[in-house]
């Protein structure tokens, strides 16, 4: 029996390095795929030849668990009746376009439920043919093997757009250019495709602002102590070879260390929403995070409680340079209990960031300034951050948040709790 080939997560099939009826060994390095975070290499799983490839590189979202390739034995293969590594010349050919208005065979799934599991197509065209009410049958495939896939979809849609007339394309920035940007054509606007990972930042965020009931709470800190504790790490921790110190601690090391403090003192506050239940982990996973090319990524820091602040910010650097060359592995960016987002070192002074669902909080960091508070009845200049945590309502109130926050400030404004 032939053994499938899947997608560990959603993304795109970036390059095959086999073709079909090549030999492969157990390990082999057969493909790349790319999420929106990440290049997973994948490996063969059998020995055998590389019998179908069901899904050509370049192919977009596709999503998790599909099955892009088949591995047989020799045997099988020689007996196969599966398309032949000429075939894939099939994949060239243009979407043949069936008139067809969206909605015309909407209850196809409900009326063929046996006819439909004959029709092959990939599970993005499905959803996308089920979200206009186009019918598979409709449409005639132009992916290996006569499947069909998003771009015989999209040729049909097309297709259907070209004969509505331009003012009732409603869905379409261009086309309502002429009222909305005073009269001005398609041709000013630059159209920039979406990449993978600001598809899924939108989908998330989007996700994120319309279902979580988010509240902010905001608190200024003080951080005289913790700047001068930070000046003398820096002075007279031990050199390397070229007389660098050994530890650059940031002031966002010690945020997130501190983070991590809090939501161990303040448990309550250390919860995930689970549609319907709260979950309670027993670890504290802080994501930080860090911005990369053409979007964002969080890369986690495992049981961040238990780490010393210099390991702490070691593993922080390391993750952060792993994500800008987009090589962080699944599990170094997934799961997380709470987020750690710092704009101070672009001059922002104050935001609400944006929780990142299942968690239930995220605390935004702004930049320290000098200004002049009331010290004993006297004005004086200190150096003060403005830190704001997003909460998600349905399992954090108001005086839960609260706590979480002032431990945070706490322990910033006594910064030697943090070296312990």
């Given amino acids: 029996m032939a053994t499938s080939v899947v997608m560990p997560e959603t993304g795109t099939v970036l390059k095959w390095y086999r073709e079909e009826g090549d030999r492969v060994q157990t390990g082999d390095h057969i493909c790349d795929i790319e999420t929106d975070k990440t290049v997973i290499e994948i490996e063969a799983e059998a020995e055998g030849v590389l019998q179908r490839i069901l899904v050509p590189e370049g192919t977009g979202d596709v999503e998790a668990m599909t099955e892009i390739a088949l591995i047989a034995s020799p045997e099988e293969a020689a007996v196969s009746d599966a398309p032949a590594a ?17 909605g015309e065979a909407a209850a196809d799934d409900a009326r063929n439920v ?22 598979l049958d409709k449409l005639s495939g132009s992916g290996p093997g006569g499947r069909i896939v ?18 009732d394309r409603v869905g379409s920035l261009a086309a309502r250019a002429d009222t909305t940007a005073g009269f001005r054509g398609a041709d000013a606007f630059d159209v920039v495709p979406l990449s993978g990972m600001r598809r899924r930042i939108a989908e998330r965020m989007a996700e994120a602002k319309q279902t979580i009931p988010h509240f902010y709470l905001s608190i200024d800190v003080e951080l005289r102590s913790l700047i001068a504790l930070r000046e003398q790490i820096e002075r007279d921790c031990t050199r390397d070879d070229t007389g660098e110190p050994r530890h650059r601690i940031s002031i966002n090391d010690f945020v997130v260390r501190s983070l991590a403090l809090a939501l161990k003192e303040v448990p309550a506050a250390n919860v995930l929403w689970d549609g319907d239940r709260i979950l309670r982990p027993k670890h504290i996973d802080l994501g930080v995070a860090t ?32 994500a800008r060359n987009r090589t962080l592995s699944p599990d170094e960016y997934q799961g997380g209990t709470s987020t750690v987002s710092n704009l101070g070192m672009y001059g ?22 000098e200004r002049v508070v009331a010290r004993n009845g006297s004005p004086s200049i200190e150096a003060i951050a403005s ?26 404004e006594t910064p030697i709790n943090l070296m312990l």
């Fill in 86 to 102: 000429g075939n894939l010349q099939e994949t060239d050919r243009s979407p043949t376009v069936t008139a067809v208005e969206p």
């Fill in 114 to 135: 046996g006819e439909r599991a004959r029709i092959f197509a990939s599970p993005l065209a499905r959803r996308l043919a089920r979200e206009s009410g186009i019918g």
């Fill in 150 to 167: 998003e771009r015989d979809v999209t040729a049909v849609l097309r297709a259907v757009e070209n004969r509505i007339p331009a003012g």
């Fill in 291 to 322: 911005a990369v090319d053409d979007g964002l990524m969080t890369p986690v820091v495992r049981d961040a409680d238990r780490k010393s602040l210099a390991s702490l910010s070691q593993e922080i650097r390391e993750l952060a340079a792993r």
């Fill in 348 to 369: 922002v002074k104050e935001f609400g960031a944006i929780i990142n669902p299942p968690q239930s909080s995220i605390l935004a960091v702004g930049m320290a300034s």
């Fill in 387 to 412: 830190l704001t945590l997003s909460c998600d309502h349905r399992v954090i109130d108001g005086v839960t948040g609260a706590n979480l926050l002032a431990a945070v400030k706490r322990l910033l």
